[in-house]
Every structure is written in structure tokens, then in C-alpha cells.
């Protein structure tokens, strides 16, 4: 069965740095996209970051550019999101999620399959 697991949430004041990682397993990890989503009560599911395994093809939102960082470890089928510079409003349950169309591991649509996610809390 697919695994996706979320680690390296937490609490970080205010500028501080996490790396997000999420671990794949259970399907060919290179035939899909893998997107971080990022979610807080009364608001929308926002796109952060997205990557397809072993295709130099990334996105990253505007809201996060250049803060944050999305990279990929094949060997181990393992996707990382590297946040810095994070302020209070990057507060939020951070997803990753895989899916066979680029668009929806960046808008969230049409996902295949999503992970249980990781609370970050920045103060």
C-alpha cells in the first residue's frame, strides 16, 4: 500500500529554519509528481512547492520563494521541503501529496494520494 510520512514539523520562533521531509513508499515513486501543501483552519489549501522525481522540474509559490526550497533524494524516494527565513504566517499543517499531473501536485487537485502531514508553528 502507498506511505507517505511527513517528518520535521515542530515549533520555531520567529526567522528560524525546518526541513520537511516526506518518505515514499508502496508505489514507482518516479512515475509521479510530489507537491507540499500547506492548510489552516478558514482558509484555503494553499500549493507551496512541487517536484517530479528525477525531472529537473520544479515549483515554488510566490508566498515562499525564496525561503523555502524543494529537493528530492531518489535513492531513498524521499522529498524535502527546506524552510527558512519562516515567520508567523508560515503557521500551518504542511502536506505532501503525489499525483501523476504536475498542475495537481502544484493546485492540489486530482491528488492521488495525500500524507497525514506535519504541524509547523512559527512565534
Known amino acids: 500500500d502507498v506511505q507517505l510520512v511527513e517528518s520535521g514539523g515542530g515549533l520555531v520562533q520567529s526567522g528560524g529554519s525546518l526541513r520537511l521531509a516526506c518518505a515514499a513508499s508502496?508505489?514507482?515513486?518516479?512515475?509521479?509528481?510530489m507537491g507540499w501543501f500547506r492548510q489552516t483552519p478558514g482558509k484555503e489549501r494553499e500549493g507551496v512547492a512541487a517536484?517530479?522525481?528525477?525531472?529537473?522540474?520544479?515549483y515554488i509559490a510566490a508566498s515562499v520563494k525564496g525561503r523555502f526550497t524543494i529537493t528530492q533524494d531518489n535513492a531513498n524516494n524521499t522529498v524535502y521541503l527546506q524552510m527558512n527565513s519562516l515567520k508567523p504566517e508560515d503557521t500551518a499543517m504542511y502536506y505532501c501529496?503525489?499525483?501523476?499531473?504536475?498542475?495537481?501536485?502544484?493546485?492540489?487537485?486530482?491528488?492521488?494520494?495525500w500524507g497525514q502531514g506535519t504541524q509547523v508553528t512559527v512565534s
Open positions: 501529496a503525489v499525483a501523476r499531473f504536475f498542475s495537481a501536485c502544484v493546485g492540489g487537485s486530482r491528488v492521488d494520494y
Open positions: 508502496g508505489y514507482r515513486y518516479s512515475d509521479y509528481c
Open positions: 517536484i517530479r522525481p528525477g525531472v529537473d522540474n520544479t
